[in-house]
């Protein structure tokens, strides 16, 4: 075939998918609430795509808040950043750390029902767009919260806002519930080849 023709075939290929994607958006609503997402799996990237999507509501105005679950109150990146734009971010680190940093299942336990406590205030108010529990899914898969409660509490939030969880083991209760359910595989990683997590790529 000449290349006129392989053009001109592309183009009639291209029209044919235009029509055919315009038809299937015509086919779809607008949401009516906000939305429950879940990242998942054991690769990296549930956190970072999370605060991706922060970074996209942000760029809307919308107003975000970001509830830690495990990570107690060490330096990070993204609370840097995220610092910059505190009129529209409200940022709450209520984790003590990793579980075998912490060894102490109690204080663990008080801590997640403490942040249980905030995100629910939060997700109840009415003031956000966007709310991120990062690592939910962590005190969720050790029994520190009640899997039905938190389900429960998720969905009588405002209907304006929209939720990301994070953690690797996302409970099947909660998956239930979610809207988008993102699993991210590990294929490699640096830390098995002897590599320390690294400043601006893990925090
Ligand atoms: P990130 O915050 O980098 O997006 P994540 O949220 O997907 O990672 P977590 O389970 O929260 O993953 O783990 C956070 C830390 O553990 C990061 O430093 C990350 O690089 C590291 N990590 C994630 N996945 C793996 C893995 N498969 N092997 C080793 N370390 C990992
Ligand atoms: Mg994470």
Redesign the pocket.
């Known amino acids: 075939m000449s290349t006129p023709d392989i053009n001109e075939n592309h183009k009639a290929d291209m029209r044919k998918m235009q029509a055919e994607h315009r038809e299937k958006i015509k086919a779809k609503k607008a949401a009516e609430r906000g939305l429950l997402l879940v ?1 998942t ?11 991706g999507t922060l970074i996209r509501a942000l760029g809307w105005g919308h107003s975000v808040g970001v509830v830690q679950y ?1 990570k107690g109150n060490w330096k990070v990146g993204e609370r840097e950043f995220f610092k910059r734009f505190d009129d529209l971010v409200t940022w709450h680190t209520m984790g003590e750390g990793f579980t075998w940093d912490t060894q102490d299942r109690d204080r663990d336990i008080a801590a997640a029902r403490a942040a249980w406590d905030t995100s629910l205030t939060m997700l109840k108010s009415g003031a956000y767009d966007l709310i991120l529990l ?2 939910l899914n ?1 005190v969720l898969r050790y029994d520190y919260l009640d899997v039905a409660d938190v389900v429960a509490g998720l969905q009588a939030r405002s209907p304006r806002t929209s939720v990301i969880v ?3 083991d996302a409970k099947p209760d909660l998956l239930a519930a979610a809207d988008l359910i993102s699993e ?1 595989k ?1 294929v490699r ?4 080849n002897g590599i320390k ?1 690294m400043r601006g ?3």
Not at 41 to 51: E, I, L, P, V, Y
């Open positions: 990242n799996g054991d690769g990296k990237g549930k956190s970072t795509a999370a605060f495990i990062d690592e962590i994070t953690g690797r991210v590990a990683h640096p830390f098995d997590a790529i893990d925090f």
